[in-house]
Structures are given as structure tokens and as C-alpha cells.
């Protein structure tokens, strides 16, 4: 991976885990004012996908794990993560 497309990944990963974290502790926050189930699944949710971004780009950048299994680190998490918002949605009170 040449320099400029490294420091474009670590840009962008660090963008998503910001965005990620702050939507994570948003849903928290809201979790802990109305102790609402559904949306402590949202939470949850949002935090396994923000950690999958964040090891699949360290895994890649810091470890030297290799492209193909960042991208299956990262897709099992995101896919894993998409579940538990779906499962908070459908389960909504």
C-alpha cells in the first residue's frame, strides 16, 4: 500500500471510530436516562460495528494483518453489529 493511500485509511478509520464512538455514547446516554432495552441493543450495536472498524485498521496499519482478513475482521463485526441494531429496532418497546 503506498504512503498517500496508508495515511488516506488511517484518516478515514479514525473518522469512523469519532463518528462511531460518539453515536455509540449518544445511544448509551439515552440507554441510561430511560433504561430502555432497545435502546441499549442500539448501543451495543454501534460499538461492535465502531470496533470492528478500528481493529480491522489497526489489525492492517499496526499488526501488518493482511487486507483480505482485515476486510473479513471488520465485515464479521459490521455484519455482527447490523444484527444486534436490527434485533433493537424489531425488539423496540
Known sequence: MSPHASITVIALKTLILLLGGLITFLAYRAYRRTRS????????????????AFLAGAGNQIFSLGLEAS?????????????????????AE
Open 71 to 91: 476486510v473479513m475482521l471488520e465485515s464479521g463485526l459490521t455484519a455482527g453489529g447490523f444484527i444486534v441494531i436490527v434485533y433493537s429496532l424489531y425488539a
Open 37 to 52: 432495552q432497545s435502546l441499549g441493543s442500539l448501543a451495543l450495536g454501534f460499538g461492535v460495528i465502531t470496533l470492528g
